[in-house]
């Protein structure tokens, strides 16, 4: 609280109220302080009930003022004479802080209003417009057309300003030493992170799966593997993992920049062995220490910013309200079109290369990272998902990431091998899993061709099976494939099947003649 009373020049005296306090103090026995100086309260120290003033007048004798053992305060004020003031002494508390809104969340709420400034603006130009007398309205044409290159220099001067600006906020991306733009801090957004995790446990209170859950306890230990061997990274060893597995069949999971994993069990029957978990969490926690978020919101806010010009203009010049409505739409799909969507397949990408370097040091096979994305294109084309072409979405499609990671596989292989891990075994992933689809696809054929007796036959599943226990135990005993903690001991397991959520068979002859004694397909039911 503040002071309960105010200094007025000559108007008004401390020194009354101090001899009034002096006064008090004395009749109820506690101890008087004398002092030379008075302070007043620009800290305020919690070790008593009051504050402690010291005074010295210009001509008066010292003041004394009863304490409780307060510290003494700095700031010192003269004494002036004046009328006494009827007030006993006051109690003086400090505020709890007040946590400000982190930057990002202040844009999120300012959004909408700036685009309603701006639709108010340009449709308050077009009626004043409207409302001018034709001979104003010529004078006015004449008067820009006079002055076209000063307001041309103004403009250009404008843009000048804004890229200074823009210069001064550039960053470099950890790991990859990409030049980015970042109008938000890191620090901001570990706020907003806090308080977008907070809002997450409330929605999956009821969802969570219990830390003494298999499928926990696997992600857990995936997670804190990753860590552990990419320590050296500060970024991942600045933060503490934490892991909730939430219940529910949509494939999805995600980082938040202060540690919180969130996976869906529906990721996790996705997934085919450990490596390609490994290299799901990888990718998700790459987005997390590239402080994706960040920048994608910066981009967004500066495009945001610029885009309230050209949104005045479609307001200010579209006759109909309709029309201009139609207008902003066009210009809301066009930002995302040519800014936001390439950009986030950006970011995607990225993570995708960065995930897959975090998974080599954690000795993961880093040839199931393109299995798992076929495996998906495959399971959206079984499910019936539909498909957009790349350019509408915000990821890259299957296929191209696929082929991306394919493309990076050998760097990733060096890097595994720099980091002291166990030996791979021979048989590719990728191989196993295109003969896997070529003879599932040839059965597939053969079946029809017999007609209702091959109708009694297993077949190709046209739904994805969820399995609560089977993936999970199976991940369970896969977690030998990766080094915890010793890094030199032997694999013990052969790498498990890549196509165990695409099928429902158990066994492939043709394929286990050619391939070995490695099982290429496993029932997920």
């Known amino acids: ?69 307060r510290t003494p305060l700095k700031t010192t004020l003269p004494l002036h004479p004046g009328p006494v003031l009827e007030q006993r002494g006051q109690l003086f508390h400090t505020s709890a802080p007040v946590r400000a809104l982190p930057a990002p969340v202040i844009w999120l709420l300012l959004k909408p209003l700036q685009k309603i400034t701006a639709i108010i603006l340009g449709r308050s130009i077009r009626k004043w417009w409207v409302a001018l007398p034709a001979n104003r309205r010529q ?25 200074l600006l823009l210069l001064t906020h550039l960053d470099e991306s950890p790991i990859t030493g990409r030049t980015r733009l970042l109008v938000f801090s890191r620090e901001n957004y570990m706020e907003l992170a806090a308080l977008t995790s907070e809002a997450y446990m409330e929605e999956f209170a009821e969802l969570l799966v219990p830390v003494t859950d298999p499928r926990h306890q696997v992600v857990e230990r995936v997670v804190q593997h990753l860590a552990q061997r990419n320590k050296d990274i500060p970024e991942v060893s600045e933060v503490t993992w934490s892991i909730h597995v939430v219940q529910s069949p949509n494939i999805n999971a995600f980082v938040l920049p202060n540690g919180k994993v969130f996976i869906f069990t529906g990721m996790l029957d996705a997934v085919a062995d450990v490596h390609q978990l490994t290299i799901v969490l990888g990718h998700e926690m790459a987005h997390a220490l590239l402080g994706h978020s960040a920048e994608q919101a910066s981009l967004s806010h500066v495009v945001d910013l610029l885009s309230l010009i050209l949104l005045t203009a479609i307001w200010a010049v579209c006759p109909r309200d309709s029309l201009a409505l139609l207008g902003q739409w066009v210009q809301g799909k ?32 880093v040839r199931a990272g393109p299995v798992f994305w076929q495996q998906m294109e495959i399971r959206d084309q079984l499910t019936g998902e539909p498909t957009f072409p790349e350019w509408l979405s915000t990821h890259p499609s ?21 980091c002291l891990c166990p030996a791979l075994p021979p048989t590719d992933p990728r191989v196993v899993f295109s003969k896997s689809v070529h003879v599932l696809l040839e ?3 053969h079946q029809e061709r017999e007609g209702p007796e091959g109708a009694r036959k297993p077949r190709l599943p046209h739904s994805p099976v969820s399995l609560p226990t089977g993936l999970c135990a199976a991940l ?42 490695h099982p290429v397909v496993q029932s997920i039911s």
């Open 1 to 69: 609280m503040f002071l309960p009373f105010f200094l007025k020049s000559s108007r008004f005296s401390l020194s009354a109220h101090l001899t009034l306090n002096f006064q008090v103090c004395r009749r109820a026995g506690h101890p008087v302080k004398k002092a030379h100086s008075v302070s007043f309260p620009l800290s305020c120290h919690r070790t008593a009930h009051f504050v402690h003033f010291r005074a010295t007048p210009r001509a008066a004798p010292p003041v004394s003022f009863c304490s409780y053992g």
């Open 139 to 163: 004078l006015m044409r004449e008067w820009v057309r006079q002055r076209r290159w000063h307001l041309a220099a103004g403009a250009g001067v404008a843009m000048v300003i804004v890229a």
């Open 334 to 365: 066009l930002s995302q079109l040519m800014f936001s969507r390439p950009f986030s397949r950006k970011l995607e990408a990225e993570a995708d290369q960065v995930g897959l370097q975090l998974a080599a040091k954690a000795c993961a096979d």
């Open 398 to 418: 299957h296929r191209n990431r696929f082929a991306q990671l394919d493309r990076l596989i050998p760097q990733a292989l060096e890097l595994r091998e720099s």
């Open 443 to 445: 059965n597939a054929k």
């Open 476 to 517: 369970t005993t896969q977690t030998g494939l990766l080094p915890y903690p010793n890094v030199d001991q032997e694999i013990k397991s052969p790498v498990a099947s890549v196509a165990s959520a695409l099928v429902g068979t158990a066994y492939v002859p043709a394929l286990a003649e050619q391939e070995g004694p």
